[in-house]
């Protein structure tokens, strides 16, 4: 799975960006002002950086600064900003593209496929995965079994990209709940158990072949065991 950084200081469009790519299959980290950003950015790893100019701390030319000493990250600049001369200044500082805002999500999406795919030649073969009769495409966001299409809630979508990302290894409850519902597990809640419940009974039930496995106390395995 693909993680992604937004370093944006307004709640609404950061809570935005998080859910629809979270929900698009990426993992995503949020840092709300430039000095956050900025030490995230160059402790972790991530496919694409999505960074606003407008930040408390610092603005968005220092954090990109403090990223290119780095490393080569890239890095997609969000801004209300749209005269010629402000994209021009952007993209010299060293992003890999520029987007106004307001912006279509569909088009944000696109640009971040790009860049990964730009930064990443093996991209294109990691968009499809399989298991078995089970093919999941990232880039279609579609889940077939047997050539079947099976049509899947979007937390139902992320749970299995995450489990088949990791095939063949156990992810626990835990991680799952941080990863799809970007909160620390709440061992009252059985709200992982409750999608798991639903995407067997869309990809497993119909099918002799089961490939979602419980590992009792830990949590969820995706796999071929036959």
């Not at 496929?113 to 030649?121: E, K, T």
């Not at 299409?149 to 139902?156: A, H, M, N, T, V």
């Amino acid at each position: 799975m693909h993680r992604l950084l937004v370093i944006e200081d307004d709640p609404g469009v950061a809570d935005y960006l998080h859910q629809g790519l979270t929900e698009s299959g990426y993992a995503v980290d949020v840092a709300r002002t430039g000095p956050e950003g900025r030490a995230i950015a160059m402790a972790g790893s991530y496919a694409v950086v999505l960074l606003d100019l407008m930040l408390p701390g610092m603005d968005g030319f220092e954090v990109l600064k403090g990223i290119r000493e780095h490393g080569h990250t890239p890095v997609l600049m969000l801004t209300a900003r749209d005269r010629v001369d402000d994209r021009v200044k952007g993209l010299s500082a060293g992003a890999d593209d520029y987007l106004v805002k307001p912006f279509a999500f569909s088009e944000l999406q696109a640009r971040v496929v790009a860049l990964i795919r730009r930064g990443n030649s093996a991209f294109t073969e990691q968009t499809l995965l399989s298991v078995a009769d089970l093919e999941v495409d990232f880039a279609a966001h579609t889940v077939r079994r047997e050539g079947r299409r099976i049509e899947l809630s979007p937390k139902e979508f992320q749970l299995l990209s995450l489990l088949i990302r990791r095939k063949g290894q156990v992810v626990t409850r835990t991680t799952l709940a941080e990863r799809v519902w970007n909160v620390h597990f709440d061992t009252e809640s059985n709200m992982v158990e409750v999608t798991v419940r639903r995407l067997r009974a869309k990809m497993d039930d119909d099918f002799s072949l089961k490939l979602v496995h419980t590992v009792r106390g830990v949590g969820y395995a995706l796999e071929d065991r036959s």
